[in-house]
Each structure stands twice: as structure tokens, then as C-alpha cells.
């Protein structure tokens, strides 16, 4: 089992629909928790931290289940410009390597 | 406003060739990371540095080597290019927190090895 798994869709959804993906995780001393975006041709970038509690951003939601050992992103009110590719990240404890999924692509079309 | 800056953007090489990615970050960071991504496989580490003065393999090391010039600077030196190693390269640094980085990625380098 990978270490952090990820659904490669593409997520094909109409302009203001609501998405969300998931992610899941395998080593439970995992502590802290991402999700990153890429565009087409780009550099990853950091979209935002997970916390225990979950967290907002905007149209942005994300949260963590340690149960279950996965986190999610929803984003509301899809736009056109969210159409990319999204990263999870996920940091063992005591280590300086964190872990990358292999994206979740999203189409957002007209 | 760099952040982390990684050069050349564009390289074609022949195989056998040699070259050096190089990157530079800004933001004091301690840690270092040199990853390849090809379609379909993610990002793959290929060494990273903790801390200035340490370099470690990553997941895919072979035909690779690094240097930890100081704190700032982390190279990637191809021997002998394959064209297995046409690839995307990035560069990344984040700060001495396990279990708790916040990783920047440079803009990356397009290698074409023939």
C-alpha cells in the first residue's frame, strides 16, 4: 500500500458545482497535514495546512480524520481558474521528508 | 520577493553529457530537497539535505549526485545523462521542523536528454 493515496481522477465538474477529494495515509504517527496545487507546467504550491479541527479558507474546506487515517478538500462554488492538479502532503513525525501524493486532477469546465 | 530559484529553466543534453541544476533559496531555510516528476508518477525525491553539511538519498538517487554548498545552495549533478533522466526537476526547501515542513518549491527545469 502506497504510503499516501490519492484518486488521479480527472474530476470533471460544471462551474459552481461543490468537489471534494480524499486522501488517505498509511503511517499513523503521521503529524501534520497539506494540501498543495499545481498548475499545468508549474511549480506545487501550498494551498493550505489541515488542523485536527478542520479549517476554511474561502471556498475551501479541509479536515482530517485520524480514525480513518484520510483527509479531504472541498471547494465550493467551483471556478474555472481551480482547474489543476491537487497534492496531498503528509509529514511523519520526527522526519524532514514529507510524503506527496500523486495529485488529484480537477477539469472545471463552463 | 525569490524564495527559492532554481537554473537553467530549459536544458537539452546528449546522452552521456554532463550538468549541474543549480538552486538557491532565500528564506534561511535548513533543509533542502531535489525531486523529478514524469506523467503519471508524482514527485519523486532524489536526495535532500537536512541541515548544511548532510545529504541523504531519496527514493530515486542513482545517476544523481547533490552538494550542500552552504546554506543557501543545493546542486544536482547528472555524471552521464540517460534518457531516463528526461524529466521535470524541482528544487525545494522548507524549515528544520519535522513532521511540521511547509516545503517551496523553485520553478523548475525542463531536462531533454537525446
Known amino acids: 500500500r502506497k504510503e499516501v493515496e490519492q484518486d488521479p481522477g480527472p474530476f470533471n465538474v460544471p462551474e459552481g458545482a461543490t468537489v471534494a477529494f480524499n486522501c488517505t495515509y498509511s503511517?499513523?504517527?503521521?503529524?501534520?497535514f497539506f494540501w498543495y496545487r499545481q498548475d499545468c507546467r508549474k511549480e506545487p504550491k501550498l494551498l493550505m495546512s489541515?488542523?485536527?479541527s478542520g479549517n476554511e479558507d474561502g471556498r475551501f474546506t479541509a479536515q482530517l480524520n485520524r480514525a480513518s487515517q484520510y483527509i479531504s478538500l472541498l471547494i465550493r462554488d467551483s471556478k474555472l481558474s481551480d482547474s489543476a492538479t491537487y497534492l496531498c502532503?503528509?509529514?511523519?513525525?520526527?522526519?524532514?521528508?514529507?510524503?506527496f501524493g500523486r495529485g488529484t486532477s480537477l477539469i472545471v469546465h463552463p | 520577493n525569490a524564495g527559492v530559484t532554481q537554473t537553467p529553466k530549459f536544458q537539452v543534453l546528449k546522452t552521456g553529457q554532463s550538468m549541474t541544476l543549480q538552486c538557491a533559496q532565500d528564506?534561511?531555510?535548513?533543509?533542502m530537497y531535489w525531486y523529478r516528476q514524469d506523467p503519471g508518477m508524482g514527485l519523486r525525491l532524489i536526495y535532500y539535505?537536512?541541515?548544511?553539511?548532510?545529504?541523504d538519498k531519496g527514493e530515486v538517487p542513482n545517476g544523481y549526485n547533490v552538494s550542500r554548498l552552504n546554506k543557501r545552495e543545493f546542486s544536482l549533478r547528472l555524471e552521464s545523462a540517460a534518457p531516463s533522466q528526461t524529466s521535470v526537476y524541482f528544487c525545494?526547501?522548507?524549515?528544520?521542523?519535522?513532521?511540521?515542513?511547509?516545503?517551496?518549491f523553485g520553478e523548475g527545469s525542463w531536462l531533454t536528454v537525446v
Open positions: 525545494a526547501s522548507s524549515d528544520l521542523i519535522p513532521g511540521g515542513n511547509t516545503i517551496y
Open positions: 503511517n499513523s504517527a503521521s503529524q501534520s
Open positions: 489541515v488542523y485536527s
Open positions: 502532503v503528509v509529514n511523519r513525525g520526527g522526519s524532514y521528508i514529507p510524503t
Open positions: 528564506m534561511n531555510h535548513n533543509s
Open positions: 539535505s537536512a541541515s548544511e553539511g548532510t545529504t
